[in-house]
Structure formats: C-alpha cells, structure tokens
C-alpha cells in the first residue's frame, strides 16, 4: 500500500511563504497521471488547489494563481507545493492526492497538514 505523508504546514503571517512537502513511499509519483494538492477549510468542502499531470500540465485554482507553485520531484518522490504572499483565505488542511487511472488505478491521499495564517 503507497502512503502519502505531508508535511510543512504551520503558523505564518499574512504575507508569509510556506513549502509544504508531500512525501511517497514509492515511485507513485513516476506511474500517477495526475497529482496534486487540495485543501479543506473548517465549514467548507475540499477544493482543489493546484494539480500537476504526467506531461507536467500544471492548473491552479482561480484564488492561488500566481501565488502557488506546484512541482515535483520523481527522484525524491516527493510533490511540493510553493505558497508566497498568504493570506487568512488560505487557512485550511492541505492534503496532496495521486491518482491514476485505467490498469493499476488508484486514488491515493495523505493524512493531511494544517496551514493558518493569521492576520
């Protein structure tokens, strides 16, 4: 069974950057057709925050473009995700999510991190 753990979250300032880390216990990342970061806030529905393909397409949700970068990194089978100029919007559990799809698919999530930002 593949686990996905993430880590990186925390306390930070409006304004403030984080780097959260997605970490796999295998190669999942390297089969995944598509991979990515969702976030859940207290009251809301998950919501998808940024997705990366196996052609490496990138999309971010309308609220984080030009402020989240995602990116991965096969060799370290780790996923990350750059967040610069947060804000109090941006509280919530981020979880990071590999999926593939047809022979051998799988929908994989990790346990989630807490990211606040206060005011």
């Known amino acids: 069974q593949v686990q996905l753990v993430e880590s990186g979250g925390g306390l930070v300032q409006a304004g403030g950057s984080l780097r959260l880390s997605c970490a796999a216990s295998?190669?999942?990342?390297?089969?995944?057709?598509?991979m990515g970061w969702y976030r859940q806030a207290p009251g809301k529905q998950r919501e998808l925050v940024a997705t990366i393909t196996s052609g490496e397409r990138r999309n971010y949700a309308d609220s984080v473009k030009g402020r989240f970068t995602i990116s991965t990194d096969n060799i370290k089978n780790t996923m990350y995700l750059q967040m610069n100029s947060l804000t109090p919007e941006d509280t919530a559990v981020y979880y990071c999510n590999a999926k593939r799809y047809g022979l051998g698919q799988y929908d994989v999530w990790g346990q989630g991190t807490q990211v606040t930002v206060s005011s």
């Open positions: 295998g190669s999942i990342f390297r089969f995944s057709n598509i």
